[in-house]
Structure formats: C-alpha cells, structure tokens
C-alpha cells in the first residue's frame, strides 16, 4: 500500500510562488501516474495536474495552464508542483494521488492512493 505524505503549502499573497512536494513510501515498486487534485470549502474534489510514470505526459485544468508545472523525481519517488502568479482562487487543500497504471488521467476516480493533503492560501 504506497504511503503519500504532501509538503509545501502555506499562507502566499497574490502574485507568489509556493512549490509543493509528494513523497510516496510503501510500496513504491507499484507507483504509476501522480496527479495533485485540490478542494476548497463547499466545493469538490478538483483535478489541478497529472504526469505519467515516464514524466513525458503532462495534464492540467485550463485554470492553471502557464502557472503551474507539475514534475517527478522517480529515483527518490517523489513528485511536485510548482505553482506561481497564484490567485485567490487558487485557495483549497491540495491533495496528491498515485495509480498503479502508467499514464496519467485527470478524473478522481483513476486514482488508487491519496495523501492527507496541504492548505495553500492566498491572500489579497
């Protein structure tokens, strides 16, 4: 059972930068495609970013196309996301997820593992 433990997040003004961190442990040998969803009070679970075992397929809402980059580091089995110009609407708990299978997918339901998640907060 792979373990994703997320790191990063914090209180940001408009315009900022914070770039989060996924560590999988347990179970490694099975991770596939990571992926970082968000939600934010009231609303639903959100997809934000994908990218494949390989790291060549990448996948993100148009809300965070040019802003966001989502990477991979398979040797230490981690994954990030890099977010910058942050928007108040950028405001929610990130979450990280792992599949067994290769290729990314956005949809919530494609997704075998997930961490507890980080608040991200911007502020005006």
């Known amino acids: 059972q792979v373990q994703l433990v997320e790191s990063g997040g914090g209180l940001v003004q408009a315009g900022g930068s914070l770039r989060l961190s996924c560590a999988a442990a347990?179970?490694?040998?099975?991770?596939?495609?990571m992926a970082w969803f968000r939600q934010a009070p009231g609303k639903e679970r959100e997809f934000v970013a994908a990218i494949s075992r390989g790291g060549g397929d990448t996948r993100y809402v148009d809300s965070t196309k040019g802003r966001f980059t989502i990477s991979r580091d398979n040797a230490a089995n981690t994954a990030y996301l890099q977010m910058n110009s942050l928007r108040l609407e950028d405001t929610a708990v990130y979450h990280c997820?792992?599949?067994?299978?290769?290729?990314?997918?956005?949809?919530?339901?494609?997704?075998?593992?997930w961490g507890e998640g980080t608040q991200v907060t911007v502020s005006s």
């Open positions: 997820a792992a599949r067994r299978s290769l290729f990314a997918s956005t949809s919530v339901e494609a997704y075998d593992y």
């Open positions: 347990r179970g490694t040998f099975s991770l596939g495609a």
